[in-house]
């Protein structure tokens, strides 16, 4: 069963920084991608950027730029590193996997099987 528990969200200032963690576990294979994606209050979910177990990585257009994502195979962690916040950066972060040796339809949520429960950043101007 896989699992992914994401946390590191809290209420910032706009302009600060913010990394995101998401511990996940239960993969037998190494062939998965990892993503974040958000959800903020009255839209729908987009996608931010992925990763693959190889390092690969790819964001969603409107993404690049204030967003870095990582991962450390050896602790099984997912990281979005996120600079210069603003305040419509507030959202729910879900981390997000799927199996495979690519990253599917990203940046399309229907794409990855696996959620987790998802954690709060709100950005205060």
């Known amino acids: 069963q896989v699992q992914l528990v994401e946390s590191g969200g809290g209420s910032v200032q706009a302009g600060s920084s913010l990394r995101l963690s998401c511990r996940f576990s239960?993969?037998?294979?190494?062939?998965?991608?990892m993503a974040w994606f958000r959800q903020a209050p009255g839209k729908e979910r987009e996608g931010v950027a992925g990763?693959?177990?190889?390092?690969?990585?790819t964001y969603a257009e409107s993404m690049k730029g204030r967003f870095t994502i990582s991962q450390d195979n050896d602790k099984n962690t997912l990281y979005l590193q996120i600079d210069s916040l603003k305040s419509e950066d507030t959202a729910v972060f879900y981390c997000?996997?799927?199996?495979?040796?690519?990253?599917?339809?990203?940046?399309?949520?229907?794409?990855?099987?696996?959620w987790g429960q998802g954690t709060q950043v709100t950005v205060s101007s």
């Open positions: 997000a996997s799927r199996l495979g040796t690519h990253c599917g339809a990203f940046p399309y949520a229907a794409a990855f099987a696996y």
């Open positions: 990763i693959l177990r190889n390092g690969a990585t």
């Open positions: 239960g993969y037998r294979s190494n062939n998965y991608c």
